[in-house]
């Protein structure tokens, strides 16, 4: 029953880090710049 | 009547005392944080041309992951960076991502000044600050309801900052741009964008109540692990492997530049936190400054210039100064501060971490039922450990052949060890560095 409860809230923890803006402005941000960098090379 | 009104005024005023004490802490660790993070240039400047600043900057970071692992052990112990991460395990992935952005900034950099020289490239990305701000008030509700004596204060203060900046960079620029300026440009843009981002996850971390030492020992593995595949990308495994071994009798000094770094980094975290980072980060950005005290004084780097670069440095320092007092005197209202705590909360809610774990992180203080930290002996492990690179390090360096002013170096030692000393004790009475 501790194992599915720990699923449950660690499925539910990845989907709220999934659908929050705080994640996906850092991460679009980190691909700019690596791609920025590739034109750089 | 009066009876109950007064625990609760008695409650309220010791609140607020409590809210000053740490805005007081928060401001006096983005001081002490721009001290160090602007010695971290000198161990650096020992070190002669002739290693690719890739092979450079991957050795520093070297310095500043073994760091990022011993202080904290060192400080408080791992138990307790293992118990923030029980209760707050998705920030892990924000401190990951933080240090991943910071290495991609500091590549950047490195293309930067290449091409348009420090003096243009300085203070484009110096404009992290100004971008520092603007998700600050965006995402986490600060310099809301703050009025705008407190928004001139800290838009003004970080604005004079980037003026002074530019002016110190254009004083200690040695030589001109080498061209392809159109991609010096967006690399140093680049660069401040993502330095200016990285702040998100930082602030993130600190409203949820995550221990900055908790965070930086995750951050550096988005640091090394991002720098070590731009290294590798770069310049392929095996010519970086013959460069650092070539560059043994350096490793130590930069190591010890990336270990300086790591202090003043972790009091940018404490101003992040008690401060935020609309006014933590242009504060510690005065690094520019400490870093040019060295260059001019110990290292004689202005000797012989004409009279109107030592104009240009002492005119950007003063606007330096200038505009970290104005910062420094905008501190959170009460009401601006309510609505931190309402960003904390939502923070709190949407990730499931317990409202009194928040709320007593936010107030530098253990929230109820928490064990006290404590160290094991992995902890004296691991200090000791990272000490025997150091130490193997320093038996291989070679003491550069270079003059050197050490008066003003013992002075500047001196003044760090002062503001360390300062800072760690104000950190240790009012927070026992929770």
New interface residues.
């Given amino acids: 029953m501790e194992s599915i409860g720990n699923k449950k809230a660690s499925a539910s923890r990845l989907s709220n880090v999934l659908t929050d803006v705080h994640f996906w402005v850092p991460v679009v941000v980190l691909l700019a710049g690596l791609l920025l960098l590739s034109f750089m090379r | 009547m009066t009876s109950a009104a007064q625990p609760l005024d008695s409650a309220a005023m010791e609140r607020a005392s409590r809210s000053k004490t740490l805005q007081l802490l928060g401001i006096l660790s983005g001081f002490t944080a721009g001290a160090w993070l602007g010695a971290a240039e000198a161990p650096t400047k020992l070190v002669s041309t002739g290693i690719s600043p890739m092979a450079i900057s991957l050795i520093m970071v070297i310095g500043v992951f073994l760091a990022r692992w011993s202080l904290p052990a060192l400080i408080l112990g791992t138990s307790s960076i293992r118990a923030d991460v029980r209760r707050a ?2 920030l892990i ?2 401190a990951i ?2 240090g ?2 910071w290495a ?2 500091n ?2 950099t490195i ?1 930067a000044i290449r091409d348009i020289g420090l003096s243009i490239a300085f203070p484009l990305w110096n404009s992290n600050s100004l971008l520092g701000i603007f ?1 600050g008030f965006l ?1 986490f509700n600060e310099l809301r309801q703050a009025g705008w004596r407190r928004w001139t204060g800290v838009l003004g203060g970080a604005l004079v900052m980037c003026v002074g900046a530019t002016l110190l960079a254009i004083a200690s620029s040695a030589q001109g741009p080498a061209g392809h300026s159109f ?1 010096g440009v ?2 140093a843009l ?1 660069a401040g ?2 330095w200016g ?2 702040y ?2 930082y602030r ?1 971390a600190y409203l949820t109540g995550m221990n900055p030492l908790s965070f930086v020992t995750f951050f550096t593995f988005g640091e090394l692990g991002m720098m070590s595949a ?1 290294a590798i990308g ?1 310049t392929g495994f095996a010519p970086l492997w013959k460069e650092l071994l070539a560059a043994r009798s350096v490793v130590f000094w930069l190591m010890l530049g990336g270990f300086i770094w790591v202090i003043g980094d972790l009091f940018q975290q404490y101003a992040a936190k008690y401060v935020g980072i609309s006014r933590g980060i242009p504060l510690s950005n005065s690094n520019q400054f400490w870093g040019l005290l060295w260059g001019i004084l110990v290292f004689g780097e202005l000797h012989g210039r004409s009279s109107s670069t030592y104009a240009q440095v002492v005119g950007g320092s003063l606007l330096m100064m200038l505009g970290v007092g104005a910062v420094a005197f905008s501190s959170a209202s009460g009401e601006e501060q309510t609505r931190w705590k309402e960003a904390a909360q939502r923070e709190g809610r ?3 971490v317990a409202a009194d774990y928040v709320e007593a992180r936010m107030d530098g203080r253990q929230a109820a039922g928490e064990l006290a930290p404590s160290r094991s002996v992995w902890d004296w492990l691991l200090v000791a450990a990272a000490s025997a690179v150091f130490v193997v390090f320093a038996t291989m360096a070679r003491v550069p052949q270079m003059s050197l002013h050490w008066g003003p170096a013992a002075l500047l030692v001196a003044a760090l060890l002062v503001l360390l000393f300062i800072c760690t004790l104000a950190l240790w009475r009012t927070t026992r560095f929770h």
Avoid: E, N
């Fill in positions: 395990p998705h992935i924000w991502l933080a991943c952005l991609v900034a590549t950047l293309f998700w995402f991609r967006w690399a680049g964008v993502l981002t990285m998100i996850p993130k731009l770069y949407r990730y499931g």
